[in-house]
């Protein structure tokens, strides 16, 4: 079973930028697409971006788009998250997850998350 940690998360200035990351641990990590969630208080959890198993294709909500990008390295077991532009709307717990073949938007269809970490975007 693959266990999942982020870390990265902080506070920064509104305009400025975060890289968040996902250590995998556990064999099978590159049998796993993943994906980047986000949750603001008193709001449900979001889904942020997505990657395929082999890092080929990815997809954003579009709320990031052109802001965020979403990277993985099979080798190290590791997910990022580039969070460039970032304004207050951005302040959540940022999650990743795991499912098994492909990627999915939808929080239900992850099978795996870590524990979270927090950003916060002053403004």
């Known amino acids: 079973q693959v266990q999942l940690a982020e870390s990265g998360g902080g506070l920064v200035q509104a305009g400025g930028s975060l890289k968040l990351s996902c250590a995998a641990s556990g064999r099978g990590f590159s049998t796993y697409a993943m994906g980047w969630f986000r949750q603001a208080p008193g709001k449900e959890r979001e889904f942020v971006a997505a990657?395929?198993?082999?890092?080929?294709?990815?997809n954003y909500a579009d709320s990031v788009k052109g802001r965020f990008t979403i990277s993985r390295d099979n080798a190290k077991n590791m997910v990022y998250l580039q969070l460039n532009s970032l304004s207050p709307e951005d302040t959540a717990v940022y999650y990743c997850?795991?499912?098994?073949?492909?990627?999915?938007?939808?929080?239900?269809?992850?099978?795996?998350w870590g524990q979270g970490t927090q950003v916060t975007v002053s403004s």
């Open positions: 990657i395929s198993l082999g890092g080929g294709w990815k």
């Open positions: 997850a795991g499912r098994l073949t492909a990627p999915r938007q939808a929080p239900a269809a992850y099978d795996i």
